[in-house]
């Protein structure tokens, strides 16, 4: 039988004595039969300490209070879901700015997947320095698209470049962060290419289908800089809050892969390919290529292969 665990007795004393301090009053006393249900929440996680236990009772009795009066229910198995916490986060509290609508939802989530792990799927595995990372299906890819055109949020340019330049270009974090509105180029026929800062500069066509979103993304830019500052942080904070369904974020790796794999799909040439996408291996275009030719039978590869 799974029992939740005992918290130290200073967290447990959080536990039992925490109340809201700025809420209404009618909130107050709405939240009030349903700490029981708020605290087992925050101790399946568990919390470390006095003050984690704090922030998490914080941002989980709101949407305890907003689920009961709206769905009518508690039940973890119907509020504390993927779709739920980003609804509750992001579309119910007009209040906060940005970054704390976005801090909500990663302690929700924190919540979601420690309380109610069955409807959360489990955290990406760590990919091995020596194993390419897989390349996202069509329908991944949809997702984020729809993710970074989302209106309503003020970094909404720079979530459209970053899924621009990572899926559209394969871009690393660094050369997403130096790009300027001005280093997008037409290149005739409706294309776009993007003259790359830094070690390895180079000139990258954009694919096909990222080509609207890069030039919305220039845009509604309000400077020449697509993502403000340059901590190295920066790009990978924006593309953890682009996660869809999965609530996974979208990966940078993943997002180069599958660039790479686009290319290699559509026969761009080699020496080609290797000139646009700055440092690639080998091994890395061997490993995409399990990944592609699961799906190209001998008709289709000896008709690729006639160019010689």
């Known amino acids: 039988m799974n029992r939740s665990p005992t918290p130290p007795p200073e967290v447990a004393e959080v536990l039992e004595r925490w109340r809201p301090a700025k809420w209404p009053a009618r909130d107050v006393d709405a939240l009030e039969p349903l700490l029981p249900t708020v605290r087992k929440w925050v101790t399946a996680v568990p919390p470390h300490d006095a003050n984690q236990a704090q922030r998490f009772l914080g941002a989980v009795a709101g949407i305890a209070v907003w689920a009961h009066r709206s769905l009518g229910t508690v039940d973890r198995d119907i509020v504390l879901t993927p779709e739920n916490v980003e609804y509750w986060s992001m579309r119910q509290n007009p209040h906060l700015s940005p970054k704390g609508r976005e801090k909500l939802r990663w302690l929700l989530r924190i919540i979601g997947r420690a309380a109610n792990p069955t409807a959360w799927p489990p955290p990406p595995q760590k990919v091995s320095r020596l194993k390419v990372a897989e390349p996202y299906t069509p329908a991944e890819e949809t997702d984020f698209v729809a993710a970074a055109r989302l209106p309503g949020r003020s970094n909404r340019a720079t979530r459209m470049w970053v899924v ?5 270009a394969g871009l690393n974090g660094v050369e997403i962060t ?17 003259r790359v800062r830094g070690n390895n500069s180079r000139l990258v066509p954009i694919r096909a289908a990222y080509t609207n979103l890069a030039r919305a993304a220039a845009s509604l830019c309000p400077t020449d800089r697509f993502v403000t500052g340059d901590h190295h942080n920066a790009v990978h904070a924006v593309a953890q809050g682009l996660g869809p369904v999965n609530a996974q974020g979208l990966s940078l790796r993943r997002a180069r892969s599958t660039w790479l794999s686009a290319h290699l799909t559509a026969g761009t040439p080699l020496a080609s390919l290797r000139r646009v996408a700055g440092p690639l291996s080998a091994n890395t275009l061997d490993s995409l290529l399990g990944y592609i030719n699961a799906s190209l ?12």
């Open 164 to 168: 621009s330049g990572a899926l559209g």
């Open 178 to 194: 130096a790009a300027r509105t001005a280093d997008l180029e037409d290149f005739g026929n409706g294309r776009l290419v993007v």
């Open 297 to 308: 039978d001998d008709m289709t590869a000896v008709t690729g292969a006639l160019g010689a």
